[in-house]
């Protein structure tokens, strides 16, 4: 038993590792953020946002996510940030995503840039493909969605100052679990 354990949490590290080596470029996850959904909105309504080509997630009752990303203020190229989030709870599989964080105003952006920044487990994200199913998001549980990831009808909005949505990229998980996600960030 211990044995099969061993061998099935190794092959979702490969996964996770291999996931993360497919990451789309920053622009190309951009450009799909903002032809999906209601997430194309917040591009012209938010101070900034922090784009993440590719996360990557696997679990087996413990489970782990991380992605690096940059974070973009009115537009421009500011810093760089990463994405590490744990969870407990019922879950197993692996999965590979792409994520958004949009701040509504400027003090929304310092909060997430003024070094490590954590969403708690009563935050959540929006999934804009219908195969997103559950456990996308800081929450562990996903939202609904329907559609393409071009054609999806979302329901986002801004929670503290802040709104995610997530777009899935390959992989299956399923979870019911208890997770946060923490950010760091360092400038240009």
């Not at 996850?29 to 997430?39: H, N, P, Y």
Request: glycine residues 14%.
């Amino acid at each position: 038993m211990k044995k099969r354990s061993f061998v099935f949490l190794s092959g979702l590290v490969l996964l996770l590792w291999g996931a993360i080596s497919w990451a789309d470029s920053y622009s190309d996850t951009e450009s799909l953020f903002r032809k999906a959904g209601e997430s194309a909105w917040f591009f012209g309504h938010s101070y900034g946002y922090a784009v993440f080509p590719t996360i990557g997630k696997g679990g087996l009752v413990v489970g782990a996510a991380h992605g690096d990303g940059r974070v973009y203020a009115r537009g421009k190229y500011v810093g760089d940030t990463s994405m590490t989030q744990v969870s407990v709870g019922l879950q197993a599989g692996g999965q590979a995503y792409s994520q958004i964080v949009f701040f509504q105003d400027a003090r929304a952006f310092k909060e997430f840039t003024k070094g490590n920044f954590e969403f708690g487990a009563d935050a959540s994200a929006v999934a804009i493909t219908a195969a997103a199913g559950a456990g996308v998001g800081t929450t562990g549980a996903s939202a609904s969605a329907s559609g393409s990831k071009h054609e999806a009808a979302t329901a986002g909005k801004y929670y503290k100052g802040m709104a995610v949505f997530t777009i899935v990229k390959g992989g299956a998980m399923y979870q019911a679990a208890v997770a946060g996600q923490k950010f760091s960030y360092k400038p240009r």
